[in-house]
């Protein structure tokens, strides 16, 4: 039996809302071995993350990695964790807040702005109960994932249905599935890599670096390495870049089974190898630094590239709150808000007699 949970008081004539959430993958609290514990625990557990049956999947989560894993990883979050705290954490927060101010300078401003994360604090659960509480009747979900993938992007649509189960009263929800293909998007990046040219000049590679899935996940039909190709196509064109100047590679491999290929560290040790002394390194499937970027990519990479041979790594940061990017969303996001934004609002007058009309048939506000 379905247990719904009570709804917060309503208040006849309260005028209704419209907001958007954004919504990132997610950060521990603390880079501590006990605040990655729970953390990796709820990621982990996800079966769109790991589709590894239950009866084999429990055993090694809960008898090997969560004993293992939490200690290695709070050293790698400790390197990257800063005084605002996580990284991932720190930019969504910064993205939102941009977003609400290039809206209201838009003339959008009474638009309600929230970011969530998937997995860890704050929860999805908790911002859609504060946009509810806050009279959204209407809310345009953002998952931060530009390339679709049913482990990033689904995992998110999963997690609304789960929460919007337990009300009664349910808002309208509409979702952006990727959009790693936009034209402000893949601006937003060239003008990134152009910037970052103008100040360190041009290396003879561009490795763009995206997050690694299983390959069973692609041979199953997951799209994401077909958008993942799209948007570097996209930007090598953009950037007027030659073809055999730009390099498309996976990061963040984990366990045994076959990764999308090629990886990133082997390749770039790879292009060391064969005499490439410069590359610029760029994360297209991310919008915010976080651990796999500025750890995985910015330290560990760095250091593989030069030890075989490199002589210049450099870093192109994630958009963050780049003005481009931030633009970019907005207007990402006016195109999916649609005719919600054009639908006529009651004004307070209707608004005050809806009131009074339900006061006199019983109702307490």
Known sequence: MTRFWQEPAYVHGTPPRTGILLVNLGTPAAPTADALRPYLRQFLSDPRVVEIPRLIWWPILHG???RTRPAKSAKKYASVWTAEGSPLKAHTEKQ????????????QGD???????????????????DMRTQGCTRILVVPLYPQFSASTTATVIDEVAECL????????????????????????????VSAHWQRHGQAERLVLSFHGIP?????????????????????GEALKLPPERLMISFQSRFGKAEWLQPYTQPSLESLAKQGIRSVDVMCPGFVSDCLETLEEINMECREAFLHA?????????????????INALMQLS????????TDAQPDRAILSLQQTAARKLGADN
């Open 111 to 129: 638009l309600l702005v929230s970011w969530a994360m998937r997995y860890g604090a704050p929860s999805i659960r908790s911002r859609l109960d």
């Open 165 to 192: 189960r337990h009300w009664r009263n349910l808002p309208e929800i509409r979702f952006i599935r990727s959009f790693g293909d936009n034209p402000g998007y893949i601006q937003a990046l060239a003008n990134a």
């Open 309 to 325: 041979g490199g002589e210049r790594f450099g870093y192109i940061p994630c958009l963050n709150e780049n003005d481009d990017w």
């Open 64 to 66: 090997i990695i969560l």
């Open 334 to 341: 006016i195109t999916h808000l649609g005719n919600w934004l």
């Open 215 to 235: 390959r069973r996940a692609l041979d199953l039909g997951d799209p994401y390495h077909c958008e993942c190709h799209k948007t570097a196509r996209l930007l």
């Open 96 to 107: 939102a807040k941009l977003l609400a101010g290039f809206l209201t300078n838009a003339g």
